[in-house]
């Protein structure tokens, strides 16, 4: 059984940082893409930010391009986001989502599984 | 980046009716469309892929069709574990945008 756990949210001011994490069961990690996946309060879904099974391609929504990065250990079976430069509009609970598959490339798939989410709140 | 618009933004129904839910792609996406059922509080769930492949484990009564611009999700037959958010998402192109929800809710 597929098994997707964020951890890492909290509340950080405005201008900090923070590193999520996902640990991940139930399949070959290195054989997926992986993505974040936010929801801000009482709102939708907002993808991200994705890295293909390798960790060789990444990719990011322009909303958080230049203040996040995305990447992987594969050897853990971990998926990391790490935030700088956080803004109020970061508020949201960021779930990690697994591709089909995009071992080497970030293929465009939808997402079989999800993780429960974790809730980073940015706040002064 | 590819719009997704979906209508309508909620709708209340009773079990046992047909329900559908329409989504409009800002340009042409092939049928790179998927569905995705939210409960409160949850992370969401894949219900369909590709606008008309059902995901594994998902019930039959769930159905998409449509391809281009304009899809549809049906509910054949509303049972009470379906009142939820749906979203739309298209994997055409990235960023892989989504709708902003359709809640369900009960009559």
């Known amino acids: 059984e597929v098994q997707l756990l964020e951890s890492g949210g909290g509340l950080v001011q405005p201008g900090g940082s923070l590193r999520l994490s996902c640990a991940a069961s139930?399949?070959?990690?290195?054989?997926?893409?992986m993505s974040w996946v936010r929801q801000a309060p009482g709102k939708g879904l907002e993808w991200v930010s994705g890295i293909s099974g390798s960790g060789g391609r990444t990719d990011y929504a322009d909303s958080v391009k230049g203040r996040f990065t995305i990447s992987r250990d594969n050897a853990k079976s971990t998926l990391y986001l790490q935030m700088n430069s956080l803004r109020v509009e970061d508020t949201a609970v960021y779930y990690c989502?697994?591709?089909?598959?995009?071992?080497?490339?970030?293929?465009?798939?939808?997402?079989?599984?999800w993780g429960q989410g974790t809730l980073v709140t940015v706040s002064s | 980046d590819i719009q997704m618009t979906q209508s309508p933004s909620s709708l209340s129904a009773s079990v046992g009716d047909r329900v559908t839910i329409t989504c409009r792609a800002s340009q042409y996406i092939s049928s790179y469309l998927n569905w995705y059922q939210q409960k409160p509080g949850k992370a969401p769930n894949l219900l369909i892929y590709a606008a008309s492949n059902l995901h594994g484990g998902v019930p039959s009564r769930f159905s998409g069709s449509g391809s281009g611009t304009d899809f549809t999700l049906t509910l054949s037959s509303l049972q009470p574990e379906d009142f939820a958010t749906y979203y739309c998402q298209q994997s055409y192109n990235t960023p892989r945008t989504f709708g902003q929800g359709t809640k369900v809710e009960i009559k």
């Open positions: 989502a697994k591709d089909p598959g995009g071992q080497y490339e970030l293929l465009l798939q939808p997402f079989d599984s």
């Open positions: 139930g399949f070959t990690f290195n054989s997926h893409a």
